[in-house]
């Protein structure tokens, strides 16, 4: 990070000490009971393929992916993943060009995905930074219109002759300036961010209404790893009544840690965590009634 967003990072986790908990998502939505006895939590899983699965495809293939995703279906629990459409060598370099189209055996998991509704969301075009020091990675910043646009086009086609045809963002990186939430905002119903993101798009509560669609970010202590996310949970599954709570995981971090805590975690959250196909519906409903102010504040049920 750079050192404004290291400021930045420090006062999120600041302000999750303080109020989080409590106030999380105090921007309910349509289709929030907030008499409801648990919240219902939204997690979000990066990324399928794992951007470095031609680099390292022992450790990051797709039989490491049917573990992670065997033991969040064995416990029940929704989630959506991040989906590349293409897969880069050497990702981290922004002078890189090879890049590849997803593989069958990715393309048939996927379709099992599907199967076993899994959510999708778009994860940028092939996950290639633009810029080589790690504080600024992003595949999108510095773009302008038209190469956004264009970037997004696509990957959205290319995703799209597989049958996917997401309505979330996660950008690469959760980095993207914040000139370019518009142009997101004309294709998803919904824009993920994390840590990285406040730099460009401030600390925000999560998640609002921006341009009449979703700013989902994420932050400490729900984006973490799981053994993270076990010190944290609990006390959220005892105040945070009628509320929807962004939680992002790694899968490729779980995977490397030995998947013991995310047994654990699994087991925990499965009965609280929402199906994002109601999530999008609710956001659909609210887009389409006149009544609910959809642009710069909180949505009230």
Same mark, same amino acid.
């Given at each position: 990070?750079?050192? &404004?967003?290291?400021? %930045?990072?420090?006062? =999120?986790?600041?302000?999750?000490?303080? #109020?989080?908990t409590d106030r999380l998502l105090a921007a309910r939505l349509p289709g929030v009971d907030p008499d409801m006895a648990s919240p219902r939590m939204l997690v979000r899983v990066d990324e399928f393929p794992h951007y470095q699965a031609w680099d390292e495809s022992d450790r990051f293939g797709v039989s490491q992916y049917e573990h992670f995703h065997e033991i969040m279906a064995g416990a029940g629990a929704h989630y959506?993943? =991040?989906?590349? +459409?293409?897969?880069?060598?050497?990702? %981290?370099? +922004? #002078? &890189? $060009?090879? @890049?590849?189209? %997803? *593989?069958? *055996? *990715?393309?048939?998991?996927?379709?099992r995905l599907a199967d076993a509704n899994v959510c999708f969301a778009l994860h940028g075009r092939d996950h290639r930074t633009r810029h080589g020091s790690p504080r600024r990675h992003s595949e999108l910043c510095g773009l302008d219109r038209v190469e956004t646009e264009t970037l997004l086009e696509e990957a959205l086609a290319e995703l799209a002759r597989h049958g996917i045809c997401p309505e979330v963002f996660v950008p690469p990186f959760n980095?993207?300036?914040a000139r370019q939430f518009e142009w997101l905002a004309a294709r998803f119903a919904v824009i993920c961010g994390g840590p990285e993101s406040i730099g460009q798009m401030g600390l925000q509560r999560t998640p609002q209404w921006r341009e009449e669609t979703v700013y989902m970010p @994420?932050? $400490? +202590? !729900? !984006? &973490?790893?799981? $053994?993270?996310? %076990?010190?944290? /949970? +609990?006390?959220? /599954?005892?105040?945070?009544r009628g509320q929807w709570i962004p939680v992002v995981l790694h899968w490729g971090w779980e995977a490397e840690a030995g998947w013991g805590e995310l047994e654990r975690l699994a087991d925990l959250i499965a009965p609280h965590t929402a199906d994002w196909r109601d999530f999008l519906a609710a956001v659909a409903r609210a887009r389409t009634t006149p009544e609910v102010p959809v642009a710069g504040g909180v949505v009230e049920p």
């Amino acid at each position: 990070m750079r050192v &404004g967003e290291q400021v %930045l990072y420090k006062l =999120a986790r600041r302000y999750r000490a303080q #109020t989080l908990t409590d106030r999380l998502l105090a921007a309910r939505l349509p289709g929030v009971d907030p008499d409801m006895a648990s919240p219902r939590m939204l997690v979000r899983v990066d990324e399928f393929p794992h951007y470095q699965a031609w680099d390292e495809s022992d450790r990051f293939g797709v039989s490491q992916y049917e573990h992670f995703h065997e033991i969040m279906a064995g416990a029940g629990a929704h989630y959506l993943v =991040a989906v590349l +459409p293409r897969v880069s060598r050497s990702p %981290l370099s +922004p #002078t &890189g $060009a090879a @890049s590849r189209s %997803l *593989e069958a *055996e *990715e393309i048939a998991l996927l379709r099992r995905l599907a199967d076993a509704n899994v959510c999708f969301a778009l994860h940028g075009r092939d996950h290639r930074t633009r810029h080589g020091s790690p504080r600024r990675h992003s595949e999108l910043c510095g773009l302008d219109r038209v190469e956004t646009e264009t970037l997004l086009e696509e990957a959205l086609a290319e995703l799209a002759r597989h049958g996917i045809c997401p309505e979330v963002f996660v950008p690469p990186f959760n980095r993207f300036d914040a000139r370019q939430f518009e142009w997101l905002a004309a294709r998803f119903a919904v824009i993920c961010g994390g840590p990285e993101s406040i730099g460009q798009m401030g600390l925000q509560r999560t998640p609002q209404w921006r341009e009449e669609t979703v700013y989902m970010p @994420s932050y $400490a +202590p !729900y !984006y &973490g790893r799981a $053994a993270e996310l %076990l010190q944290a /949970l +609990p006390r959220a /599954l005892e105040r945070a009544r009628g509320q929807w709570i962004p939680v992002v995981l790694h899968w490729g971090w779980e995977a490397e840690a030995g998947w013991g805590e995310l047994e654990r975690l699994a087991d925990l959250i499965a009965p609280h965590t929402a199906d994002w196909r109601d999530f999008l519906a609710a956001v659909a409903r609210a887009r389409t009634t006149p009544e609910v102010p959809v642009a710069g504040g909180v949505v009230e049920p």
